[in-house]
Nanobody
Framework: QVQLVESGGGLAQAGDSLSLTCAAS????????MAWFRQSPGKDREFVAA????????RYADSVSGRFSVSRDEDRGSFYLRMNNLNPEDTAIYYC????????????????????WGQGTQVTVMS
């Protein structure tokens, strides 16, 4: 069973930076495609960013491109989301997800393509 545990959320001011951590296992982080999604009240779960299983290919939502970045530390079994220049529209619960089965091409952006999810961590950005 794959377990994902997010941490690092909290309250921020517009323009601030935050880093989220997804704690998993070395095997999960080093061998799977990892992603971050977010969900605001009344909205569908939205793709944020992903890192493909090879640790090289990334994909970002247009709304966060240039501000957010993903990375991983295989030895620590951790996957990260660095968020810079936050704005109130970034307020949401952020979820870590992993896709177990290999697929070629860019990391997928649909929640349906991911197999395991964390419980989420709240990020609130004040204007």
């Amino acid at each position: 069973q794959v377990q994902l545990v997010e941490s690092g959320g909290g309250l921020a001011q517009a323009g601030d930076s935050l880093s989220l951590t997804c704690a998993a296992s070395k095997e999960t982080v080093s061998g799977n495609t990892m992603a971050w999604f977010r969900q605001s009240p009344g909205k569908d779960r939205e793709f944020v960013a992903a890192l493909r299983w090879d640790g090289v290919r990334t994909r970002y939502a247009d709304s966060v491109s240039g501000r957010f970045s993903v990375s991983r530390d295989e030895d620590r079994g951790s996957f990260y989301l660095r968020m810079n220049n936050l704005n109130p529209e970034d307020t949401a619960i952020y979820y870590c997800a992993t896709k177990v089965y290999y697929t070629p091409g860019p990391p997928p952006s649909s929640p349906r393509d991911y197999d395991y999810w964390g419980q989420g961590t709240q990020v609130t950005v004040m204007s």
